[in-house]
């Protein structure tokens, strides 16, 4: 059973750095691609980040230069480096999987925020 867990979440103050984790169990992450999303109090759930299977990444235009994902299969985990974090970075964070169908070359956000395989979150809170 696919199953993954967010962990890395926790309170930080503006300017602020934060690691996110996302570990997989009951697969291995070779084949699959991971994206991260991040909902905010009142708000939709919206895209940041996701990663190939081959290592192609895809960031939110609005996050470029401040966030990194990156993977370490041996772990069968997935990272999401947030820097330079601001008050409107707050929210949960969640990350989502699927098999990877395009040869590892490209990450489509929409076609995993369809996914079945969810994390339960991690709350992220930057505050002065």
């Known amino acids: 059973q696919l199953q993954l867990v967010e962990s890395g979440g926790g309170s930080v103050q503006p300017g602020g750095s934060v690691r996110l984790s996302c570990a997989a169990s009951?697969?291995?992450?070779?084949?699959?691609?991971i994206g991260w999303f991040r909902q905010a109090p009142g708000k939709e759930r919206e895209g940041v980040s996701c990663i190939s299977s081959g290592g192609i990444t895809y960031y939110a235009d609005s996050l470029k230069g401040r966030f990194t994902i990156s993977r370490d299969n041996a772990k069968n985990t997935v990272y999401l480096q947030m820097n330079s974090l601001k008050p409107e970075d707050t929210a949960v964070y969640y990350c989502?999987?699927?098999?990877?169908?395009?040869?590892?070359?490209?990450?489509?956000?929409?076609?995993?925020?369809?996914?079945?395989?969810w994390g339960q979150g991690t709350q992220v809170t930057v505050s002065s």
């Open positions: 989502s999987t699927v098999r990877d169908r395009l040869f590892g070359k490209l990450c489509v956000l929409s076609v995993l925020r369809d996914s079945d395989s």
């Open positions: 009951g697969f291995t992450l070779d084949d699959y691609a």
